[in-house]
């Protein structure tokens, strides 16, 4: 599927963001415009399928969402983004990309999902409804654009995805590319020890203290300023 895009900036450099569940392109105007001023960028970011301007589907399998990144997106990259469940995606997309540098925002790495959830009907409707609720602090300009986004992303996907995530650990090894992990305060998708082996892997782990998931569009100048030496 090509995906609907936003763009910002007209830099020598290209960077691209992929959002995570129930987000949208739209929501990282403010990260986007700090990059823009900051560096010498071009940021391009999608709508990933079910969510923003991009189509609904009939399936939301955790390799359709790569597979429209690659379709969508530039294949020469200087850096690329990921959050959450976009952090999964940029991973699973990377081997099909030229990218420089990869940086994951509180990615999905390593969803857990306790067994006896796994086939109990109240699943799907108890994830949509724990994947739409909004973190408190979201900046006051950017409260109507967040209620649109998480009022109209496609909910379906909710059980397919996550227990795709969940079954689909990344794989504690060398990362394909000079790779960033910023994880939140206590992140619950990154647990300590895993990000321990990841680190050992090779592996750029640090943590924003203090933060919350959606730590760009909360703090987006905080979000950066701990990647400020990758972006440059």
């Given at each position: ?91 699973r997309a ?11 925002l509180d ?84 647990p300590a ?40």
């Amino acid at each position: 599927m090509r995906l609907a895009q936003r763009e910002w900036g007209t830099g020598s450099r290209t960077l691209a963001i992929v959002h995570g569940i129930n987000g949208s392109a739209a929501l990282w105007e403010w990260f986007a415009l700090e990059l823009v001023e900051r560096y010498d960028f071009r940021v391009i970011a999608v709508d990933l399928r079910g969510h923003g301007a991009s189509g609904r589907a009939s399936t939301y399998a955790l390799d359709d969402f790569a597979a429209d990144v690659v379709e969508s997106l530039p294949h020469d990259l200087d850096v690329i983004v990921g959050h959450s469940l976009g952090g999964r995606i940029v991973e699973r997309a990377l081997p099909s990309l030229d990218v420089g540098r990869a940086i994951y925002l509180d990615p999905g790495f390593a969803v857990g999902v306790p067994r006896f959830l796994r086939d109990a009907p109240v699943l799907q409707p108890l994830l949509a409804r724990m994947l739409a609720i909004s973190a408190p602090g979201v900046p006051v300009q950017a409260r109507p654009l967040k209620r649109q986004t998480t009022r109209d992303w496609d909910r379906r996907m909710s059980r397919q995805i996550v227990l795709d995530l969940a079954d689909n650990h990344v794989a504690v090894a060398a990362p394909l590319v000079p790779s960033t992990v910023l994880l939140s305060h206590r992140s619950p998708l990154v647990p300590a020890g895993y990000a321990r082996r990841l680190r050992q892997a090779g592996w750029d782990i640090r943590t924003f203290e203090r933060s919350k998931h959606d730590m760009y569009l909360l703090d987006p100048t905080g979000t950066i300023d701990r990647l400020d030496d990758v972006l440059r």
